[in-house]
């Protein structure tokens, strides 16, 4: 199992170019999210998929696109840089699972954007 | 989901009990506390989670008291390699793979 990846692991964008961030996980899981850390900040979450065709907004979603057409894969598009988004992006994926149970959340390794 | 204050930072000696505060004086019935951690830029790590009941396993335990409004998590022999940052985040019964992260709590841990 690879678990959660994520690519690229960097990238450096002009202001107005955009960019899909790649997520892919290979445990099955219904449920996946991606979030962003900017310096000395906790993870906020930008947007989140329940299942295939089927997303939804988080805390800060402005300036972002997500789809969901596998249980694989999430990407995250840029439409068009911005400064503000320069930040490390985490991808996260977890199984459904019952009420109560673990249901962690598996992060991949992040990809670290700037935007000049 | 229920909003949670942690201090901002904490030391440990080596080999010591580090034990990590968080009050949710908002956590509804039905809400869980989870803890997770990040160690430098990696992606957060899941350690442990509760309803009401203390929890324990391999990396930790989970005190939650008995009105719900606060919990403590202990490592309870840290090492260097327990630096990191510590999220406690509250949440739901109805998993959608959502996580609210605060700021959480630098824990240092000093040889």
């Known amino acids: 199992n690879a678990g959660v990846t994520q690519t690229p692991k960097f990238q450096v964008l002009k202001t107005g170019q955009s960019m899909t961030l790649q997520c892919a996980q290979d445990?099955?899981?219904?449920?996946m999210s991606w979030y962003r850390q900017d310096p000395g900040m906790g993870l906020r979450l930008i947007h989140y998929?329940?299942?295939?065709?089927?997303?939804d907004q988080g805390e800060v979603p402005n300036g972002y696109n997500v789809s969901r057409s596998t249980t694989e894969d999430f990407p995250l598009r840029l439409l068009s840089a911005a400064p503000s988004q320069t930040s490390v992006y985490f991808c996260?994926?977890?199984?459904?699972?019952?009420?109560?149970?673990?249901?962690?959340?598996?992060f991949g390794p992040g990809t670290r954007l700037t935007v000049l | 989901d229920a909003k949670t204050t942690q201090p901002p930072s904490m030391d440990c000696a080596e080999g010591r009990a580090a034990n990590l505060p968080c009050n949710h004086s908002?956590?509804?019935?039905?809400?869980?506390v989870y803890w997770y951690r990040q160690i430098h830029s990696q992606g957060p790590q899941y350690i442990i989670h509760?309803?009401?009941n203390n929890e324990t396993n391999e990396m930790a335990s989970l005190i939650i008291t008995e009105d719900r409004k606060s919990s403590t998590l202990i490592l309870p022999h840290a090492t260097l390699r327990d630096t990191a940052v510590y999220y406690c985040?509250?949440?739901?019964?109805?998993?959608?793979?959502?996580?609210?992260f605060g700021q959480g709590t630098t824990l240092q841990v000093k040889p």
């Open positions: 445990m099955n899981h219904e449920y």
């Open positions: 509760g309803l009401k």
């Open positions: 998929s329940v299942g295939a065709g089927i997303t």
């Open positions: 996260a994926s977890s199984s459904s699972g019952t009420s109560g149970s673990r249901n962690e959340q598996f």
């Open positions: 985040i509250v949440r739901g019964s109805g998993n959608t793979g959502k996580l609210i």
């Open positions: 908002t956590i509804s019935g039905n809400e869980y």
